[in-house]
DNA sequence: AGTTTTAATGTTCATTTGAACATATTACTA
DNA sequence: TAGTAATATGTTCAAATGAACATTAAAACT
């Protein structure tokens, strides 16, 4: 698949990340393999990108990317409560951070992605569970059937985005909790992409 | 230790650092958070670095060290069915990957963990879904109650384990499936420690 | 009130770095 | 033997990037 020479640059990059935590720049590959000329480097990227065993950010200094990290993490904060503002929603307001690959909660490239820790039953009908956590995006389009995290009452909740004719409400998902009709407007926080559960450990005798 | 604004500097290298695989250089920090001159940016570099909490290669493009991954990141494959064996499981039967911090999914340091997809609804008044990927950890001890993967037949099948008598068996949540009594042993495969579900997505006119 | 720390601005400069172009050599292949 | 892929050279350019300096301002602390 890669010839020699190919593979020894490929080496060199990875050696490098591991080693320094950078990746070597054009010239730094260059003078190691002692190269008159950035062009030869310039080469062999384009060719180990080619065949799949590299990639990079275009025009970026040292933003070769080796397939150690091939998997794009998403670092995803955990609220409990989101405040109301939302915009305003930092980093430290987070109790907690969960961090998985992209593909696996179909976290989009660009939309801020949250999760919310699941506190009662009322959503039990769409099998969410109390301690649950649900990872939503931040969007404000919800569609009618969407799970979504709204604002209500300046308490954020997650119930199912229903529209008829044409007016929006919050439906549970369990016959014991009421609908929630909104007084005046419905402010949506985010769409239910995911979910994670940690079942709860049995007690063992050890470990 | 930090003030509110440098630890939302060092989160913000941070996190472009997991989710481009390169730091960020001075001028895009600088623009994440408005500021007019790159000097900030620089000045809250140093202070980082003073205290501890970033590293870097000075004069060189991109060149921030953020600490390690606090997070243990775990590489768990994904079984559409799980082979008799599963000692010899290899990588190589799996469908795909899904890659995410230990701690959510209550995996232990040691053990093997791997996921299932689940298939039917057999155990749907477990709140467990037609599709749901189930993350088990690869042991034979399990305890009365557990919902565990065991080999039945040649099929592996996810049930609850359920002891009566000193007699396991295995059984379906939902009134419709029907319990398994082994005929002679009891092959389980993985007790399960948690469970992701991707929300189907609604169709949406754009993206 | 005085001092230190933290935070920020505006500007300029030098270096680092990626990229492109035209060209050459070697080795393998059809 | 003509053709192609891999490997390499020399040079030039533009953009990206880190760094420095002189100041200002507010908050925190003594």
Same mark, same amino acid.
């Given at each position: 698949?890669?010839?020699?020479?190919?593979?020894?640059?490929?080496?060199?990059?990875?050696?490098? &990340?591991?080693?320094?935590?950078?990746?070597?720049?054009?010239?730094?590959?260059?003078?190691?393999?002692?190269?008159?000329?950035?062009?030869?480097?310039?080469?062999?990227?384009?060719?180990?990108? $080619?065949? =799949?065993?590299?990639?990079?950010?275009?025009?970026?200094?040292?933003?070769?990317?080796? @397939?150690?990290?091939?998997?794009?993490?998403?670092?995803? @904060?955990?609220?409990?409560?989101?405040?109301?503002?939302?915009?305003?929603?930092?980093? &430290?307001?987070?109790?907690?951070?969960?961090?998985?690959?992209?593909?696996?909660?179909?976290?989009? $490239? %660009?939309?801020?992605?949250?999760?919310?820790?699941?506190?009662?039953?009322?959503?039990?009908?769409?099998?969410?569970?109390? =301690?649950?956590?649900?990872?939503?995006?931040?969007?404000?389009?919800? &569609?009618?059937?969407?799970?979504?995290?709204?604002?209500?009452? =300046? +308490?954020?909740?997650?119930?199912?985005?229903?529209?008829?004719?044409?007016? @929006?409400?919050?439906?549970?998902? %369990?016959?014991?909790? @009421? %609908?929630?009709?909104?007084?005046? +407007?419905?402010?949506?926080?985010?769409?239910?992409?995911?979910?994670? $559960?940690?079942?709860?450990?049995? $007690?063992?005798?050890?470990?």
């Amino acid at each position: 698949m890669l010839t020699d020479r190919q593979k020894s640059i490929l080496d060199f990059i990875q050696s490098e &990340q591991r080693e320094k935590g950078i990746t070597p720049s054009t010239r730094e590959i260059q003078s190691h393999f002692g190269f008159a000329s950035q062009t030869s480097v310039m080469q062999y990227i384009a060719t180990l990108q $080619r065949k =799949g065993f590299l990639d990079r950010h275009a025009r970026k200094a040292r933003a070769l990317i080796t @397939p150690l990290q091939k998997v794009r993490i998403t670092d995803i @904060p955990i609220y409990g409560q989101i405040p109301a503002g939302m915009a305003s929603v930092t980093e &430290q307001s987070a109790e907690g951070h969960v961090s998985l690959d992209a593909e696996s909660v179909n976290a989009s $490239r %660009n939309g801020r992605t949250f999760a919310l820790r699941v506190r009662g039953d009322s959503m039990i009908d769409a099998h969410i569970l109390d =301690g649950d956590l649900v990872i939503l995006e931040d969007r404000k389009d919800a &569609q009618n059937g969407d799970i979504v995290a709204a604002l209500i009452d =300046g +308490e954020t909740t997650l119930k199912r985005y229903v529209t008829e004719r044409g007016r @929006p409400y919050l439906k549970a998902e %369990n016959p014991l909790y @009421p %609908n929630l009709t909104p007084a005046r +407007e419905l402010r949506v926080q985010g769409v239910m992409i995911s979910l994670i $559960r940690k079942q709860a450990a049995l $007690r063992r005798k050890k470990n």
